[in-house]
């Protein structure tokens, strides 16, 4: 395939900050073949590639998502998909008044001598895959590193903080925005101090990737965790969640940084929103801060509607009714 460099490089900080501005976040609908096939089937649904068409038609065509939702983030096999009046998912989104968005990772495996740590994969031929999205409407992208509390090491958010930001410079030079995303899993039995600590690692490495890389930090956005109790561990509230988060955002994060869109992480909508409210509340920040959830929007939806065309209306307001839960935290 012949890669052709887009140049219009000042549109991705137009655009990245369409994706942050206050009131409206990103739907991470992105699950890849296997995560979407094995959720379909905890609600009794037989996973095709038309049931996970149908669900993520649901989503993009629920009433009123765009009041809340900026841009939406989907896998390969969504990108490439037409909804039932036959417009690409791409095109139907742009025309719904959501920017499109591609997750270009392809998934993690174990880093060699690592300790268990992970280390995610797709640099290979990602320029051409990059060109093609561009070419087919793809406004940003989305690449994931995942780290857990318990095995992230200097070695270990280096590795990923490099990959990162191979993966936002390439996306630069497409005219594509980067959603950076290192996420410090929630999962386990840790205390807050020990997330903060890792995601400390985490974010400061990342930031030296990236700056060594040249990334743009007006054209990116940051996907992050909140800074959180492991979700077996003793719960804190939203108040003390978002004063940890916004100290070690503050002490790792640029002012120059077009936006932050944080990950869910396996939290209940009400709390992950009511975190969000209280970072806002925290006042002065440099940058936009807004979501970029999975579960936190789409659990109850997908629920509702159970693979049954009759519950798709019902299944679109209880989206819609998240997406506003979460777009109000930030106004
Ligand atoms: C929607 O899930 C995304 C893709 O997951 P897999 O590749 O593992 O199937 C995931 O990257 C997601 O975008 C982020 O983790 C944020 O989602 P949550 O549910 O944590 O808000």
Not at 219 to 234: H, M, R, S, Y
């Amino acid at each position: 395939m012949t890669t052709t460099l887009r140049t219009d490089l000042p549109t991705l900080a137009g655009t990245a900050r369409q994706l942050t501005h206050a009131g409206r976040g990103i739907l991470a609908a992105d699950e890849s073949i296997k995560t979407m096939s094995s959720r379909l089937e905890q609600q009794g649904i037989p996973a095709s590639e038309a049931a996970r068409r149908d669900y993520r038609e649901l989503l993009i065509t629920a009433e009123g998502l765009s009041d809340w939702v900026s841009g939406v983030i989907w896998s390969d096999e969504t990108f490439g998909q037409d909804l039932s009046d036959g417009r690409p998912f791409p095109q139907a989104a742009r025309e719904l008044g959501v920017l499109p968005g591609i997750k270009v990772d392809t998934g993690t495996s174990k880093l060699p001598n690592g300790g268990g740590a992970l280390i995610t994969e797709g640099l290979d031929g990602l320029g051409d895959r990059l060109a093609s999205y561009a070419d087919r409407g793809a406004a940003f992208a989305k690449w994931r590193a995942v780290f857990d509390v318990a095995t992230i090491t200097p070695y270990s958010a280096r590795a990923n903080g490099h990959a990162l930001a191979r993966y936002a410079a390439l996306c630069q030079r497409h005219g594509i925005v980067p959603i950076v995303e290192p996420e410090v899993l929630c999962t386990g039995g840790h205390d807050l101090g020990a997330s903060a600590q890792a995601s400390s690692l985490a974010l400061r490495t990342l930031f030296d990737e990236l700056a060594q890389a040249g990334v743009d930090l007006s054209g990116i956005v940051l996907k992050p965790n909140f800074v959180t109790p492991g979700l077996e561990g003793a719960p804190a509230t939203a108040g003390t969640v978002a004063a940890a988060t916004f100290r070690v955002l503050s002490d790792t994060v640029p002012a120059s940084l077009a936006g932050i869109a944080f990950l869910s992480g396996g939290q209940s909508t009400a709390d992950v929103c009511e975190s969000l409210r209280e970072l806002h509340r925290n006042g002065d920040r440099p940058w936009p801060v807004t979501f970029s959830f999975g579960r936190a929007l789409v659990s109850d939806a997908l629920a509702a509607w159970g693979g049954d065309v009759r519950n798709v209306a019902a299944a679109q307001e209880i989206l819609v009714a998240n997406c506003r839960q979460a777009g109000q935290a930030t106004r």
